[in-house]
């Protein structure tokens, strides 16, 4: 595991993240316990993966509470990052939601404090200098971004020198790449999200695949009927050079992830210890030119002809 530091701040970070979205029950699957995601965490820092990131949103304050049970012993070990959720925007909600999220991670402070989604109502200023007085009290190390576009990314810059801006980057969800250029010049880091495409290129999903009602894979583009075929080819290279490097195509998909310019961190969700391991060791080995062209060309084909959407959720 190689550590980057994030954009501006002091922080240190793994360049494999632990998504926490996972301990909800938008992803891991009832015959879980408590106890088995715990255990995901733990052995998650035995691998050498200290970013962990969760939201209030994420099973409406489980995950968080599941963090901060994981936390018990290990909170120095960790860089914690959590989110502020849409709509709380002015300073009273932020600084109620960072109370709660303190009290459900049970810690007294949080590294990360990312603002989740832009504000429809252009009030990202005032929901970054919120968190940048959290910063002031010792509550918040560094304030985040997550989706902001271009100008709002500007505009928070304007506020407070924000650590990063977490983005959605996989092989076949390259829309924001444009905006990396900006980040790295201005010492931003990408916290790149769904580097998996939520599984679709894991291999594992084809078009007979139900996923279970309030899996959020529902509403998940990748697995709509008339994207799946297209993002499929893209699974069907990352197999090709999986098969010639002995790993697998989850593997591929988060080493390209991870090796791309401007990237910090590759936030990955693993629901289970097997994926855990597999998903620490994808920047074990490297590609060559060869398989970089493969998997570009594929990736290209792919945003040429699927359908695009505005987010990876189509609700
Ligand atoms: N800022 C934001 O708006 C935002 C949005 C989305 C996500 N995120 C963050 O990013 C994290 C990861 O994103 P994500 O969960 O959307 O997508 P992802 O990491 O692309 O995909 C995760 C899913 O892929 C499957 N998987 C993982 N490793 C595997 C392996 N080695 N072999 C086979 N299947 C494997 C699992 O599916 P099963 O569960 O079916 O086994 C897992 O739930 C989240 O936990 C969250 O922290 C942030």
């Known amino acids: 595991m190689r550590y980057n530091k994030l954009g501006s701040s002091d922080l240190i970070v793994s360049e494999i993240a632990l998504g926490c979205a996972q301990f909800s029950s938008q992803f891991i699957k009832t015959s879980k316990t408590e106890a088995d995601m715990i255990a995901i965490m733990h052995h998650a820092l035995d691998l050498g993966i200290t970013l962990w990131d969760t939201a209030p949103l994420y099973g409406d304050g489980y995950s968080e509470t599941v963090v901060g049970k994981a936390l018990k012993g290990r909170r120095d070990r960790v860089v914690l990052a959590t989110k502020v959720s849409q709509g709380y925007t002015v300073p009273e ?3 109620e939601s960072c109370e709660q999220s303190l009290r459900r991670l049970n810690t007294d402070y949080i590294d990360l404090l990312q603002v989740h ?4 109502k252009e009030e990202n200023y005032m929901t970054v200098a919120a968190i940048a007085k959290l910063v002031k009290e010792g509550k918040v190390r560094a304030v985040g971004v997550s989706n902001f576009n271009l100008a709002q990314t500007e505009e928070a810059l304007c506020v407070f020198p924000i650590a990063s801006n977490q983005l959605p980057y996989a092989l076949v969800w390259r829309y ?8 790295g010049r201005n010492k931003v880091g ?4 769904s580097p998996l495409g939520e599984g679709i290129l894991t291999g594992r999903y084809d078009q007979t695949t139900i996923f279970p009602p309030g899996d959020v894979r529902n509403q998940c583009v990748f697995f709509k009927p008339e994207v799946m075929p297209h993002a499929l080819q893209v699974t069907a290279a990352a197999k090709q050079v999986a098969e010639k490097h002995n790993v697998t195509p989850a593997q591929v998909a988060i080493n390209w ?3 791309r310019p401007h990237i910090t961190s590759a936030i990955v969700g693993s629901s289970s210890l097997a994926q855990l391991a597999q998903n620490a060791a994808a920047v074990d080995w490297d590609m060559d030119d060869e398989d970089r062209a493969l998997l570009q060309a594929a990736s290209e084909a792919y945003h040429a002809s699927a359908p695009r959407f505005a987010h990876m959720w189509d609700t």
Do not use: D, I
């Not at 924001?176 to 980040?183: A, N, V």
């Open 93 to 95: 909600q932020v600084w």
């Open 117 to 120: 989604w832009p504000s429809a």
């Open 176 to 183: 924001e790449e444009p905006l990396f250029e900006y980040c």
């Open 190 to 193: 990408v916290l790149a999200y």
């Open 257 to 259: 992830v991870t090796r």
